[in-house]
């Protein structure tokens, strides 16, 4: 360090002190208290009084569950109608009423009406009904 340098310390210290301003006293600081308590007052005794009910928390919700609440619906109907729509409802013994309706209409031998018994996988799969004629 060099002897000039101490001096330039002195004057910044100097200068620094200058733009700080001073501490708050105590009296201000009182002052200041007192303007906070003053002003938090009524908004605190507010909320004192009147303890916020369960429907007050809702209502004051409602501008956001309500929207929302409603596009859930909508999307929940559009799944469910999609969802019906890709694939048709299937009853259980189609395929074996189909069967006997066959052979009792004497579109198809008895015989297939135990392969379709036997077989429910390809008889749903069988492209059009057996033309065979019965005897």
């Keep these: 360090m060099r002897p000039k340098d101490t001096h330039l310390d002195r004057e910044m210290a100097r200068a620094l002190r200058r733009l700080d301003p001073p501490a708050a006293t105590p009296a201000q600081m009182a002052s200041l208290a007192r303007r906070i308590v003053s002003r938090a ?45 890709a694939r ?21 031998p008895s015989g297939d009406l135990l392969d379709y018994v036997l077989d429910a996988h390809s008889a749903e799969h069988r492209d059009a009904p057996s033309n065979r004629e019965t005897r």
């Design 41 to 85: 007052t009524p908004m605190l005794d507010a909320r004192r009084r009147s303890a916020a009910r369960w429907w007050e928390y809702a209502a004051d919700w409602a501008g956001t569950l309500l929207p929302l609440g409603a596009a859930a619906a909508f999307v929940a109907t559009a799944c469910l109608a999609w969802s019906s729509a």
């Design 88 to 108: 048709a409802p299937v009853r259980q013994h189609a395929v074996e009423r189909t069967a006997l309706l066959r052979v009792v209409t004497n579109r198809a």
